[in-house]
């Protein structure tokens, strides 16, 4: 969000438990992505307040770290609502706007895991959604690039975040060939690279210190 504000965007921001901002730039609206109603506010508030919608950043993620023959039906839901459901809602409403002024871009936050499985991080539900999310990133990358409408990916390693407590971070760290966990500025760099390349759709950035490329 900052990251955008300092390009001069304005930005509806959505979580559930996300407060008001008190800069006049940034619309913050609670709402549980796997809802439709959130979808649809979050993109009538924006054509309502901002007039219209330039990118959509779908960070929204779930991970569980489970055996494979331990995930559960709650597990299940939950992931799949999120990651998948919560992506397919609001992206299909945004580019729906997108087609009106033939020109957008759509960022997805998928995960190095996909291409690079671990068999000390289990994450069947991360690559089924996550790897989801990368193969629509080039289907529809495709089918909207007559429109002027990019779509891109970016695929972090493990990033520095309240997500990981601060006595996991030396092993974590482990996982990535530069040998550190990522920050939350490498993402943002790489979101924001995309943003100004004009001449990139369908691309995914991976932003995993390595991981990907090998161990």
């Known amino acids: 969000m900052t990251g955008y504000r300092g390009l001069g965007f304005r930005v509806v921001a959505t979580s559930r438990s996300i407060a008001p901002s008190k800069d ?30 330039d990118t959509l950043i779908n960070n929204a993620g779930l991970f569980v770290a489970k055996p494979f023959t331990q995930y559960t039906e ?4 939950a992931v799949l ?9 609001i ?9 009106k002024r033939h020109s957008g871009h759509v960022v997805q936050i998928t995960t190095s ?3 690079h499985a671990n068999s000390h991080v289990p994450s069947v539900l991360a690559s089924l959604t996550k790897g989801g999310l990368s193969a ?11 429109l002027g409408i990019r779509v891109n990916a970016v695929a972090p390693g493990v990033i520095k975040t309240p997500m990981h ?15 550190r966990m990522g920050e939350i500025s ?5 979101i924001l690279y995309l943003e100004s390349a004009g001449f990139v759709t369908g691309e995914t950035i991976h932003v995993d210190g390595g991981q990907s490329a090998g161990h």
Not at 81 to 89: C, I, K, S
Not at 136 to 145: P, Q
């Open 24 to 53: 006049e730039g940034v619309l913050a609206i609670a709402g549980d992505i796997r809802e439709l109603a959130t979808a649809q506010n979050v993109v009538a508030a924006a054509k309502e307040r901002f007039g219209r919608i």
């Open 74 to 77: 709650v597990d299940y839901a």
């Open 81 to 89: 609502g999120v990651n998948l459901t919560g992506f397919f809602r």
């Open 91 to 99: 992206t299909q409403l945004a580019v729906a706007e997108m087609e």
């Open 113 to 115: 895991l996909i291409e």
């Open 136 to 146: 629509a990133t080039k289907s529809l990358a495709i089918e909207y690039a007559k």
């Open 165 to 179: 407590p601060v006595e996991t971070h030396a092993q974590l760290a482990k996982l990535h060939p530069l040998g």
């Open 186 to 190: 490498d993402i943002v760099g790489a």
